[in-house]
């Protein structure tokens, strides 16, 4: 238990340029909110975390944020359970923000921009590549910058560490098409966005893991000199 309670408080607050990472990591799952907003309004598909989520949250009658706030709060509990491993403030953050971030853009960008624009056949074309890329680039730097995950991204971290022999990017695509799997039980229909989310995040986060931690250690070292 001082253990757990040791890999928390690690998690949390030990951090070389903590509030350096903090800003990052608010800036990334608000950017996460921002993308998936766009990736909702052309109907081509989001991550299958939130493909999870909406088909859940729909067959519910939730709101998108308050379901993703709730189960993220139960999958939190057996995180602990498991050891505690990549907990901190981008936990909370990203249990908290993407999903209402999601639901404010998604009411705020209609206010600006017609809904029926989204219609249309090349402008969902253009809007989805750009947003797609955000997504990703995103949930990669918030879930590498070292600042804990959510709950959902922890758990493919825990099963990582338990399955040594498989690499990091195998597990993540394997774990996402669980979820699109479960989505689809719930009545969600599988598009391309997803696909490529579940084949892509795992590779991503893997990449610009090391070159992030690199990034703030230089410019550490620089503002320290």
């Known amino acids: 238990m001082r253990k757990i309670v040791n ?25 996460m909110g921002f993308a998936l907003s766009f990736l909702i309004l052309v109907d081509m598909g989001t991550d299958p975390c939130t493909m999870m989520n909406r088909a859940i949250s729909a067959r519910l009658g939730m709101s998108f944020g308050n379901w993703q706030a709730l189960l993220n709060t139960i999958l939190l509990m057996a995180v602990v359970i498991f050891g505690g491993r990549n907990l901190g403030f981008g936990t909370l953050a990203n249990m908290f923000l993407v999903g209402y971030s999601t639901d404010f853009f998604s009411w705020l960008i209609p ?42 991204d922890a758990i493919s971290f825990i099963l990582s560490d338990r399955l040594k022999k498989i690499p990091f990017q195998i597990v993540r695509i394997a774990y996402d098409f669980l979820v699109i799997g479960i989505a689809l039980m719930f009545g969600a229909k599988l598009q391309i966005v997803t696909v490529l989310m579940a084949v892509a995040l795992g590779p991503v986060i893997s990449f610009l893991g090391p070159k992030l931690e690199r990034w703030i250690y230089v410019t550490e070292t620089g503002a320290k000199s």
Request: proline content about 3%; cysteine-free; hydrophobic content about 60%.
């Open 7 to 31: 890999d928390i408080w690690q998690g949390f607050f030990d951090k070389e340029q903590f509030w350096k990472r903090l800003i990052i990591v608010v800036i990334a799952v608000i950017m």
């Open 111 to 152: 206010k600006f921009i017609s809904t029926e624009i989204f219609k249309i056949t090349w402008v969902r074309g253009i809007v989805f590549v750009p947003a797609l890329v955000l997504f990703i680039i995103a949930a990669s730097v918030y879930m590498d910058v070292d600042m804990g995950t959510s709950p959902y």
